[in-house]
């Protein structure tokens, strides 16, 4: 990406971000250091993938330097200032303008096509109910095995504990940059496996067993 693009895209992202700050969440674009480490464990058999929130394409070019097919690229933006700019720059891409809390009823592909979704989503300035909708809709097109990928600017995984395991899902910290404006962090989310399954009920029953025979022990 030349010197001339990256201005551009400063200015381009740092407008939308003066015009909507709770939609876009950052003065400007992820940078280089950030899109690698979002999309080291993605290979072009991955594909197709889902990309949320492309902005100026800082992932997509990622996606695209690790093997991944254009064609193979289906990016959901909402903001409607970055939809021109995502065509023009990847004309064999799917470029889709929605929000991604609708993507389970939208109908993008038949069956669980999708190797990984990687999310540039701003996920902190959303509520617990439109964070479900997005993982929701985005494991309705995974296949098994295919993870979501999802960087953040604060301290611990933007996706509450509450709901990963309402959810059946878990997350792993897989790097963080300080090369990044602001730092950032990477999470993969995955399906839980049955077995991981059975140890979170076991645990959660025995929780309640131990707080009833607690409260039973104070009432004698």
């Given at each position: 990406?030349?010197a ?22 950052a ?28 902005g ?5 070019r ?11 690229l ?9 939809i ?32 990984a979704?990687v ?10 109910r ?27 995984c933007?996706?509450p ?10 997350a792993?910290?897989?790097g963080g ?11 993969r ?21 131990e ?6 022990d104070?009432?004698?």
């Amino acid at each position: 990406m030349t010197a001339n693009i990256a201005c551009s895209d400063f200015l381009h992202f740092f407008r939308s971000w003066i015009s909507n700050p709770l939609r876009v969440a950052a003065i400007a674009p992820s940078g280089v250091s950030l899109a690698k480490l979002m999309t080291k464990e993605i290979a072009a058999l991955d594909g197709p993938i889902i990309e949320l929130g492309p902005g100026t394409g800082v992932f997509t070019r990622a996606l695209l330097a690790r093997g991944l097919k254009e064609a193979d690229l289906t990016l959901i933006e909402y903001g409607p200032e970055f939809i021109d700019g995502l065509k023009a720059r990847f004309p064999s891409a799917r470029v889709l303008q929605m929000d991604a809390g609708h993507l389970a009823h939208a109908g993008i592909f038949q069956g669980e096509p999708v190797g990984a979704v990687v999310s540039g989503l701003p996920l902190l300035s959303m509520s617990p109910r439109k964070i479900t909708a997005i993982l929701a809709g985005a494991f309705t097109y995974m296949r098994p095995g295919g993870a979501f990928y999802q960087f953040t600017y604060g301290p611990r995984c933007p996706v509450p504990r509450p709901i990963l395991d309402r959810m059946g899902l878990k997350a792993t910290h897989i790097g963080g940059t300080m090369r990044n404006l602001p730092p950032a962090a990477v999470y993969r989310i995955l399906r839980r496996k049955p077995l991981e399954l059975s140890r979170e009920r076991f645990k959660y029953h025995s929780r309640e067993a131990e707080i009833e025979t607690a409260a039973g022990d104070a009432g004698g």
